[in-house]
């Protein structure tokens, strides 16, 4: 049975809303688009580090349970070692799904992206009530 949550990975990345490598990672971090970065298993040091570095002032980091190799023959591109997922609304559902599989690793950063996307989907709410309203 396919994996659900590398499903996500591959309609994140079909959706224009995944970057893979650290370059693409950094850049979507620094310009504030990055809402969740994966490191796999099996990623270098220095990768993981690089993770660390972009979760102190920006999107959450965890870890993945894939290796760089499983992760390339999902989303179709080389061994990627660090992915980002740009879409909040995807970012917190990829994150429930890792939660469910691994509460004590991944729950609090699902609890953190739940909310942040509950408040985002109550502000486009309001800002919409408040566009018709002004007709």
Do not use: H
């Not at 809303?17 to 620094?30: F, P």
């Not at 580090?49 to 760089?68: I, S």
């Not at 509460?103 to 408040?119: H, I, K, V």
């Amino acid at each position: 049975m396919p994996d659900k949550r590398l499903g996500m990975l591959g309609l994140a990345k079909r959706a224009g809303q995944l970057e893979l490598g650290a370059d693409s990672c950094t850049a979507a971090a620094r310009a504030g688009r990055a809402q969740l970065v994966g490191v796999a298993s099996d990623a270098s040091e220095r990768t993981r580090r690089l993770a660390e570095r972009l979760a102190e002032n920006g999107p959450p980091a965890v870890p993945l349970p894939w290796t760089k190799a499983e992760l390339g023959e999902t989303l179709g591109r080389g061994a990627p070692g660090i992915l980002a997922i740009t879409d909040l609304q995807l970012a917190a559902g990829f994150a429930a799904g890792l939660a469910e599989a691994d509460p004590a690793q991944y729950a609090d950063t699902a609890e953190a992206l739940q909310a942040r996307a509950a408040r985002a989907r109550q502000r486009k709410s309001r800002r919409r009530n408040t566009a018709s309203g002004a007709r």
